[in-house]
């Protein structure tokens, strides 16, 4: 190997260290999902995730990866395997009927029934005249 | 930064694709259908078996590139020429090991575990950017990779972000964002070498001549060849342009920003034809390419050597961390 440009890494005796035994399944710890609250009271919104070996450590990670940049004011770290999902492909279960304006102010058209009544009431009242 | 515009060929594509041929044909409809209408393909949907391979060999090799690329920046931290610089180069690199991270998160999705991806890295049956074989020997290094290689980057990582699968462009979005900065950066420490004294200039004049020939030039791999396999990839979006359309486009871009400076680039034959668009320009050495891919460049063993010194050196504090209860599993998104 020709000797490295970098200083550091002069200094960190490469030839010297142990060859790779390689990572074990789980070495990196496992994963937790994070969550970013761009200003109080707003909701926090799933970022991505980090590999940490507890809560403490997942929101210092987090703090790196995902505060650094754009204004954060807290982060959640929740564990992965702790979160309860629903399967998307079972997303049918969220269907219902196509129309669902019986779920919308929009879907009662008060003033109209009114203005009929009000019309029908001055018709009324002209022929009785 | 690093989009490693060229992906490694697959040596087993033969019995690939013959797997593929036996996918459901109604799912693997749907699944064209879709990728078809603009959707995206999210990490618990059905896809083809080929479609995961492909997508998690070429956002594992991205992420592998992003780590290994802060080595040859990283060389020049303790020498930046100015404060402004040393905060600039560090916020970079620290960028790069970032965009690492949130690359191995989307491959994991995928359902290979960060510590196999790792494994592969170091033991080299996982490529990364062939452009990080070489050395970054003066500072005007420095800013010619902040400004070329991300520059390179950023075509390639614009054009992947419109892909196929949910994950990867998500993660490509944020760092598209990230390496504006980046490129800006380095544009500027260019310009600042660039319009200085005539040693800042002949320093930079030579950093180009290194970095253009060949390392830029193979930045985004040879010309394809048009294959059924080509075709299908770009169909599934999982490539999103040709080679040889990446480069036109970053040539396109860049040259004139460098030419505007009075520096000059080291191909004689490189100019546009006006008549067609096209820029002309000389082949590089495919053959070094192939060479320094499979380990025979001037880094390759240094950079693997710090990777495997960072891994096998700091074990016995995330053993010393471990939580004996806790279990693997594929994130959801």
Redesign the interface.
Known sequence: MTESLDPRIRRADLEASPASSGLKQNEHWETYAIFHQDKRGAAHEFVGIVHAPDPELALVFAKEQFGRRKKTVNLWAVRSSDIYTFQHEDDDMFSTVPDKNYREASGYPVRKRINKYLFDQKEEEASKA | MYGNAYIEPDSELAAKMAASREEDPEKLAEFEARIARGEKI?P??WMPAEYRRQLLRMIEQHAHSEIIGA?PE??WI?RAPTLRRKLALIAKV?DEV?HG??LY?AA?TLGK????M??DL??GKSKYSNIFNY???TWADIAVIGFLVDAGAIVNQLANAKGSYGPYCRALERICY?ESFHLKQGYDAFVALAVGTPVQREMLQDALNRWWFPPMMHFFGPPDTISVHTEKLMRWKVKMASNEEMRQDFIEQYVPKIWELGMTLPDPALRKDEATGVWEYTQPDWDEFFRVINGDG?CN??RL??R??A???G?WV??A???PI????V???
Do not use: C, F
Not at chain 2, 113 to 116: L, M, N
């Open positions: 999210e618990d949907d080595l990283g060389t303790t620290q970032g991270h949130l998160s994991e575990s960060r510590e196999a790792i494994n170091i033991s050395p970054a020997k990230e001037l063993k240094e050597a710090v495997r010194y891994e096998e050196n074990r995330r053993e961390l471990m939580n806790q279990k693997r599993m994130p959801y998104a």
